[in-house]
Nanobody
Framework: QVQLVESGGGLVQAGGSLRLSCAASGRTLSSYAMGWFRQAPGKEREFVARIVWGNTYYADSVKGRFTISRDNGKNMVWLQMNSLKAEDTAVYFC???????????????????WGQGTQVTVSS
């Protein structure tokens, strides 16, 4: 059984930065794709970023501002968020996809394990 635990959320002013962490246990991450999603109040959970075999993918809304990275030896994944905007306010979730190749990696249904989420609030 895989467990994912996010941390690093908080309150930040617009234009600021935060770094989210995701710690995994129960399985080595190196063979799997990892993603970040977010869910704002009253909205659907949406794709943010994905990393697999060193390749990264981003939602258009965060491209150029967010960076996903991982350390397989430490079983950790990070999301560096810069130039934050009020519309980035959401609960952010870390997720694991056992399928490393997917054309629909942006769909939440692709992911098999989820963390509990960490709140990010950006004040304008």
């Amino acid at each position: 059984q895989v467990q994912l635990v996010e941390s690093g959320g908080g309150l930040v002013q617009a234009g600021g930065s935060l770094r989210l962490s995701c710690a995994a246990s129960g399985r080595t991450l190196s063979s799997y794709a990892m993603g970040w999603f977010r869910q704002a109040p009253g909205k659907e959970r949406e794709f943010v970023a994905r990393i697999v075999w060193g390749n990264t993918y981003y939602a258009d809304s965060v491209k150029g501002r967010f960076t996903i990275s991982r350390d397989n030896g430490k079983n950790m994944v990070w999301l560096q968020m810069n130039s934050l905007k009020a519309e980035d306010t959401a609960v952010y979730f870390c997720a694991l996809d056992r399928t490393t190749y997917s054309m629909t990696y942006y769909r939440r249904e692709e992911y098999d394990y989820w963390g509990q989420g960490t709140q990010v609030t950006v004040s304008s």
